[in-house]
């Protein structure tokens, strides 16, 4: 797992998206609640000043709950805005 916060400051203005982070093993194993939670905490690590996407860390593996893909959509549009 990157640091979300720490990879963007590195990285400063030398990127065009920073995207992720959302843990895989939350996204198969998890309950929806605690991918709402990894969510909101990789929007607070990396949204502010844009430039950041929201995704899982890798692919969705097969299994993953049809619950917890949809809790990751939410939450994108729940807390995913930003000025």
Same mark, same amino acid.
């Given at each position: 797992?990157?640091?979300?916060?720490?990879?963007?400051?590195?990285?400063?203005?030398?990127?065009?998206?920073?995207?992720?982070?959302?843990?895989?093993?939350?996204?198969?194993?998890g309950t929806a609640q605690q991918v709402e939670?990894?969510?909101?905490?990789?929007?607070?690590?990396?949204?502010?000043?844009?430039?950041?996407?929201?995704?899982?860390?890798?692919?969705?593996? $097969?299994?993953? $709950?049809?619950?917890?893909?949809?809790?990751?959509?939410?939450?994108?549009?729940?807390?995913?805005?930003? $000025?």
């Amino acid at each position: 797992m990157v640091d979300l916060k720490k990879a963007k400051e590195v990285l400063g203005k030398k990127f065009i998206i920073l995207m992720g982070n959302v843990s895989t093993a939350i996204m198969r194993y998890g309950t929806a609640q605690q991918v709402e939670e990894e969510a909101k905490r990789c929007i607070r690590a990396a949204a502010e000043g844009g430039k950041f996407m929201l995704s899982t860390a890798c692919d969705i593996a $097969p299994g993953t $709950p049809s619950a917890n893909i949809k809790a990751l959509i939410n939450a994108g549009s729940k807390y995913g805005t930003y $000025p």
